[in-house]
């Protein structure tokens, strides 16, 4: 069954990260064309994370019951139909709206999916098996923004919307016709364990402490580094993307080794020099001055999600086991939704306030917050 399945949830993952990276140059630029201030910037990202992680824990811990395959498909589905209304919106409120029903989509999607991996990865083997799902994850992600970036400088942006929502419907279309249904482990502490008892572990709260203050920073890189290099430095929408994307694949490409890496060393220090690196990333960036420099900058941070995405995986599949796949993935998931909800509102108060370089420096010090964290609790 695993290589049956491993093979069509990859593809599925990476076509729709590859619709949903089309949106990633774009939408700060979409949104300054319609009026957007910093704030409403921070909003319309917000209001993705904020729907999705209402919906997670509700979504994980239902197909901890029943089954995976339903919510994959209803998340994929509702994604490819969704996609369309970015060319509906008019103005920063409908924007917004549109990302709100997106976010709940995402809420049904992501913790299902990384839930079916966790639950067909043999023990010992977790780095290795989230690895390729990263690969997956973060590939489609990387070649979304040169694809956006391309397909707005040559049709247009409504194009590159509706590119989107056709990778969407193909995702789903895999999943619906060739992905079987998982069986999943029956876990010593049973699949109705208490969040409070999840609460005890910790590993989870150490987990849950590094993802919400990394997602504050790349919350903040997401919605202002597109502004920052198109509207400060001037960059064009196709050369915005090339940065994105080489953040992104550089993060991915390196998934399957660093996966199989953080089988055999110590994760929790993996994690820790990922978190170094991320830190020095984003403290870097605002003194880029040209496309070249920042180049380099997105290259540091795509080795840092590298050293960082494996580990942290195969840690939260081994809670997983105690407490439950999907029920664990949604709450972890939960945390990176937070801190992308609440990374873009601070730093939309920032940006009008003090100035866009300021937000950078502010992820950086939310990433050595949530490093600390993160060795105090799995010390």
């Not at 083997?125 to 956006?148: D, S, V």
């Not at 110590?266 to 994690?271: E, M, S």
């Not at 100035?355 to 939310?366: C, E, H, K, T």
């Amino acid at each position: 069954m695993k290589n049956k399945a491993f093979p069509v949830l990859i593809l599925s993952i990476f076509s729709y990260m590859l619709g949903f990276g089309i949106v990633a140059p774009l939408l700060p630029l979409y949104a300054e064309n319609l009026g957007a201030t910093g704030v409403w910037i921070g909003i319309i990202f917000a209001s993705f994370s904020i729907s999705s992680a209402i919906v997670m824990p509700i979504a994980g811990r239902l197909s901890d019951r029943l089954g995976r395959k339903p919510f994959l498909s209803i998340g994929l589905f509702a994604y490819s139909i969704i996609s369309l209304g970015y060319i509906w919106a008019n103005d920063v409120s409908q924007l917004a709206l549109v990302r709100l029903i997106h976010g709940v989509a995402s809420g049904v999607l992501t913790p299902v999916a990384q839930a079916y991996v966790g639950d067909i990865s043999p023990e010992g083997e977790e780095g290795t098996w989230m690895g390729y799902y990263n690969a997956a994850l973060f590939g489609g992600f990387g070649f979304g923004p040169l694809m956006g970036g391309a397909l707005t400088d040559r049709f247009g942006m409504n194009v590159a919307f509706s590119t989107m929502g056709g990778l969407n419907m193909l995702a789903f279309l895999l999943v619906i016709l060739f992905l079987p249904e998982v069986k999943q482990r029956k876990m010593a502490a049973g699949l109705h364990t208490p969040l409070r008892e999840m609460s005890t572990s910790g590993i989870v709260k150490g987990i849950f402490s590094f993802r919400l203050a990394f997602s504050l920073g790349r919350g903040t890189f997401t919605a202002f580094f597109p502004i920052f290099a198109g509207i400060y430095l001037g960059l064009s929408p196709t050369l915005v993307g090339t940065l994105l994307a080489v953040d992104v694949l550089l993060t991915s490409l390196p998934q399957v080794y660093s996966g199989n890496i953080a089988d055999r060393f110590n994760r929790r220090a993996l994690v820790i020099i990922g978190g170094f690196i991320n830190i020095a990333n984003l403290a870097l960036i605002p003194l880029g001055s040209n496309f070249w420099w920042l180049l380099g900058i997105c290259a540091l941070g795509g080795l840092s999600g590298a050293i960082i995405m494996p580990s942290i995986s195969a840690l939260t599949v081994e809670e997983g086991r105690r407490f439950g796949m999907g029920s664990t993935m949604a709450i972890l998931a939960m945390a990176f939704s937070i801190g992308m909800a609440i990374g873009p509102l601070l730093s939309g108060v920032i940006a009008d306030s003090v100035g866009v370089n300021s937000v950078f420096y502010f992820g950086a010090i939310m990433g050595l917050a949530g490093t600390s964290l993160f060795i105090w609790f799995v010390r």
